[in-house]
């Protein structure tokens, strides 16, 4: 079947220091990805997306994700993490384009705290 | 540009009752979906509107919900009589008609936040 993995629930990271946000997807073909964050009391923000081509992507606030087909991973990674990133974020992908439906699959996602 | 606005932002009611929740999506945006995530849970897609007609609604979970899209501007999502199960957190995302083969990025809202005693 179809899924989305985030396999952390929960990370903590001190401010400055580098970021790998874990996501791993099920599907027989090459999806569509997406890596979405959500603040406190905010809706969920695209950080980026990834359809074809180079396969590191570069997102807003400094984030950038990168497709290896060959793990059925597309990780997120922030070289430097600002107090403001403390937040939740979520892979979603997109399957089944053959077919039309262009609904959203996401992962359970990733909270993350950040440290002084 | 205003963005996706829901509302309300919050609702709480007791079992039984009626609840509807309503979407604005970005203007001139064909596609308009409904997504929730329950306590705990996944964020899990509900259906998707193309203008007024429902495209996808393989995620209602019964039909005690029902959703809307009278003219093809906002839409509305009733649950009706509510139960414990359905307290969540309701997304409403919109995008751009299709163009071509592309994927269109959805704009999300920032989600009602619905409590069911």
């Known amino acids: 079947a179809q899924s989305v993995t985030q396999p952390d629930i929960h990370i903590t990271v001190s401010e400055g220091a580098s970021l790998e946000l874990r996501c791993n997807y099920s599907y027989g073909a090459t999806p569509y990805l997406f890596w979405y964050v959500q603040s406190p009391g905010q809706g969920l923000q695209l950080l980026l997306k990834y359809f074809s081509g180079d396969t590191l992507v570069q997102g807003i606030k400094g984030f950038e994700a990168e497709f290896k087909r060959s793990q059925s991973s597309f990780n997120l990674r922030k070289p430097s993490v600002h107090w403001s990133d403390a937040a939740e974020y979520f892979c979603a992908v997109v399957f089944a384009m053959d077919t039309g439906r262009r609904a959203l699959t996401f992962g359970s996602g990733t909270r993350l705290q950040v440290q002084p | 540009e205003a963005g996706v606005t829901q509302f309300p932002s919050h609702s709480v009611i007791e079992k039984g009752q009626t609840v509807t929740l309503r979407c604005d999506p970005i203007?001139?945006?064909?596609?308009l979906y409904w997504y929730r995530r329950v306590m705990g849970k996944e964020i899990k897609f509900l259906l998707h509107?193309?203008?007024?007609?429902?495209?996808?609604e393989s995620g209602m979970p019964n039909n005690r919900f029902l959703a809307e899209r009278t003219g093809g501007t906002y839409s509305t999502l009733k649950v009706q009589p509510a139960e414990l199960e359905d307290s969540g957190v309701y997304f409403c995302?919109?995008?751009?008609?299709?163009?071509?083969?592309?994927?269109?990025?959805?704009?999300f809202g920032p989600g009602t936040r619905l409590l069911v005693l």
């Open positions: 995302a919109s995008s751009q008609a299709r163009q071509g083969l592309s994927i269109e990025t959805q704009y």
């Open positions: 509107f193309v203008k007024e007609s429902k495209q996808d």
């Open positions: 203007s001139g945006h064909d596609n």
